[in-house]
């Protein structure tokens, strides 16, 4: 086996796959032998390993500065990747910038310069003009959900980008639709197209549930408690929505979380954080949730709100029966409400409001120390084992940041918890340790 196989199938074995689906093996060989990709390829489909797998083994252990710039439409999806990289453990340096996060703290990520830099357009774009880091080595270029970039307006962006590149060797674009023109900036020349945008989901249902109210409240919560504890998204059109959605189901004590483009960027990132540790198991959300985010195993999804088009109706759908999996994409419509050409049902199903529980046994605990500070994950457990005498089982999800920790805990203990290692030290530091 070549040491480059050997790389691969060591981050497959990390990753726990087993093997790539057939779209990924077709990019692993474009973007391997080829100096331009482009992929498409529905949400959930895998299309971040597609790309990270051949670059990173690619890279130069012995390169100094930055080799690898991917750049995203969304601060999520930057967090999102960074994350994966990470998880795959090939001993390159990552790190995300986005808008949003103050740029004294990307300064201090940057000094000791990555191989990899994720980031939005325009946090990218600022960097190059201070000059905070070298672009001569950086000879692959990511452009990754491309079409959401220049749908968001960061056109202006990626082109100052591109043109201060001046030794790009390979380039690779992503979306999730054929329907994108790419500009003459992005110097795309014989590109190899993989195309497998037009891939079926076989194993999502999409069901209609018929409101006799026209705001769907209590069809949704009866839909919700039909439905159980498991993880699903309710997507609306409008943050109004949102809220309005929210305040219902905190009526009827319903853990949830929100998701919209007018929340503080650190509010979106711990309302995704709970929902991946199962603080929550719902979240409410506008179509911001539809595209680039990496949230696995959802049941199903809920338009709440019916799209207003048919990429959108398409986008949604791809957040469960992702990869092999199952899912049910549940529609709720008015009676009186006209229902788009482009949505067709495999049933109807009518919420009886079944009496299953909706609460979890999780709560989300915030530790103010991170890797910054040189604590791992297993220093966050073992603190967690000594002195509060948690069991394994009782250690949830634990996510590292630069400056903090997120970990689940019991929510029947979490008092306690806090009251035990709050104002302690962890390594060398002494950390404030709260519920968030």
């Not at 994720?118 to 990218?124: A, D, F, Q, W």
Request: proline content about 4%; glycine content about 6%.
């Amino acid at each position: 086996m070549s040491s480059y196989l050997k790389v691969q199938q060591d981050i497959l074995d990390k990753l726990n796959i087993k093997a790539l689906n057939p779209m990924q093996e077709e990019a692993l060989l474009s973007i391997t032998n080829a100096e331009n990709t482009v992929l498409l390829s529905p949400t959930g489909t895998g299309k971040t390993l597609a790309f990270l797998l051949p670059t990173i083994t690619a890279l130069d252990t012995n390169c100094k500065n930055v080799q690898l710039l991917i750049l995203v439409p969304s601060r999520e999806l930057a967090i999102q990747i960074e994350q994966v990289i990470r998880t795959m453990g090939t001993g390159f340096k990552a790190n995300a910038v986005y808008g949003g996060r103050h740029f004294s703290k990307d300064k201090i990520d940057l000094a000791h310069t990555p191989a990899i830099l994720v980031g939005t357009p325009g946090r990218v774009a600022d960097h190059l003009r201070r000059e905070t880091f070298l672009v001569d080595d950086i000879s692959t270029l990511v452009l990754d959900e491309f079409d959401k970039s220049l749908e968001v307006g960061f056109e202006k962006e990626m082109s100052e980008i591109i043109a201060s590149l001046p030794h790009i060797k390979k380039r690779i674009l992503t979306s999730a639709t054929q329907d994108m023109e790419i500009p003459r900036f992005v110097g795309l020349e014989n590109e190899i197209i993989i195309d497998y945008s037009d891939t079926k989901v076989s194993n999502l249902e999409i069901k209609q549930v018929i409101s006799p109210d026209k705001n769907k409240l209590q069809t949704l919560v009866d839909l919700l408690h039909d439905i159980g504890n498991k993880p699903g998204i309710i997507f609306c059109n409008y943050k109004d929505t949102i809220q309005f959605v929210s305040d219902f189901l905190n009526k009827n004590n319903i853990p949830h979380g929100c998701f919209q483009g007018g929340m503080e960027q650190i509010d979106r990132e711990r309302a995704l954080i709970k929902f991946r540790n199962g603080t929550h198991q719902i979240i409410i959300a506008t179509d911001l949730a539809a595209r680039g985010l990496d949230i696995p195993e959802l049941n199903y999804i809920i338009h709440y709100q019916l799209p207003l088009k048919a990429e959108e109706f398409t986008h949604r759908n791809g957040r469960t029966a992702r990869m092999n999996a199952e899912g049910t994409s549940y529609v709720i419509q008015w009676e009186g409400e006209r229902l788009p050409d482009f949505i067709n049902f495999d049933a109807t199903v009518t919420p009886k409001g079944t009496v299953n529980t909706l609460a979890t046994d999780w709560a989300t605990l915030f530790i103010s120390g991170g890797r910054k500070d040189k604590i791992s994950k297993g220093d966050v457990a073992g603190v967690l084992f000594k002195q509060c005498h948690l069991e394994k089982s009782e250690i949830g999800t634990i996510e590292l940041k630069q400056d903090c920790v997120f970990v689940a805990i019991p929510k029947n203990k979490a008092s306690i918890i806090v009251d035990t290692i709050n104002n302690t030290r962890l390594k060398k530091k002494k950390v404030r340790v709260y519920i968030i």
